[in-house]
Structure formats: C-alpha cells, structure tokens
C-alpha cells in the first residue's frame, strides 16, 4: 500500500499487525467494520539522527 510505503520511506518500522481492528466506518447496516493493519513507528533519537 502506498502509506506503508511512504512510512518506510520515511524510516518508520512495522511494528505489528492489528488483526480485526475496529474502523471509523461503518457498514451499511451500521455495523462497525474491522480490518487488519499495521503500526509504524520511529523514536524521536531515530528521526532526528536521519535529519542530520
């Protein structure tokens, strides 16, 4: 995907998946839906090291 993309590029890290993670859209019915994702981070010391 591409914002996977961009937060590797950016020097972020996958963290983890979130399986089944509550979206803020709903279905039609008006059920919440659920997707898988993932958790990109990066340490402030790990950006500011990349700015340099």
Not at 8 to 20: I, N, Q, S, T
């Amino acid at each position: 995907m591409p914002s996977q993309r961009l937060c590797e590029k950016l020097g972020m890290r996958r963290e983890g998946p979130f399986l089944e993670f509550v979206s803020f859209v709903k279905d039609t019915d008006g059920n919440p839906v659920y997707e898988n994702t993932y958790q990109y981070a990066i340490l402030k010391k790990e950006w500011d090291r990349q700015k340099s």
